[in-house]
């Protein structure tokens, strides 16, 4: 069952001249973007995508210390999709069963479920074009350059 429309992109609505700044949430929370550490019990193939995943979230200013667990879902979520994508293509999508029929690879299933979690987790936190304008980022911290600033 799908929630009707998904929402056009803020970017694309500035393009289209259709863009509404009162339409806009000004009361969004602004939590803290941080640098969240791996945890020590993650897969071998979630490591390997931590530090990617974590770093593009960051970017998007998104990342707060409650997303953790979350952040551990994408990872480990990404990695079941990975290692099942990996078998269907070293064994095919078609496998023999017992009785020598043909069927659908097992591992098939197995990265469909993963892919469609993985894309709900993605589009929670704005890594796809669509779901970019539902997400409310933290502001990004302006850089301040030592020597432009006044002596004290």
């Not at 694309?12 to 019990?41: C, F, Q, Y």
């Not at 993963?114 to 074009?129: F, N, S, V």
Request: some cysteine.
């Amino acid at each position: 069952m799908t929630r009707g429309r998904k929402k056009t992109p803020t970017e694309l609505k500035k393009l289209n001249g259709t863009h509404r700044p009162d339409k806009e949430n000004p009361l969004a929370p602004e939590p803290e973007v941080v640098e969240i550490p791996m945890p020590a019990d993650l897969t071998d193939e979630a490591r390997l995508h931590w530090p990617v995943f974590e770093r593009q979230l960051r970017a998007l200013n998104v990342l707060t210390a409650a997303d953790e667990s979350a952040l551990v879902l994408m990872t480990e979520t990404y990695a079941e999709w990975k290692i099942a994508l990996d078998k269907v293509q070293e064994h095919g999508m078609l496998v023999k069963n017992a009785n020598g029929t043909p069927q659908v690879s097992p591992f098939m299933s197995i990265q469909h479920k993963a892919h469609d979690r993985l894309l709900k987790l993605l589009c929670e936190y704005g890594m796809t074009p669509a779901s970019r304008s539902k997400v409310n980022a933290a502001p990004a911290k302006p850089k301040v350059n030592a020597f432009l600033q006044p002596d004290k």
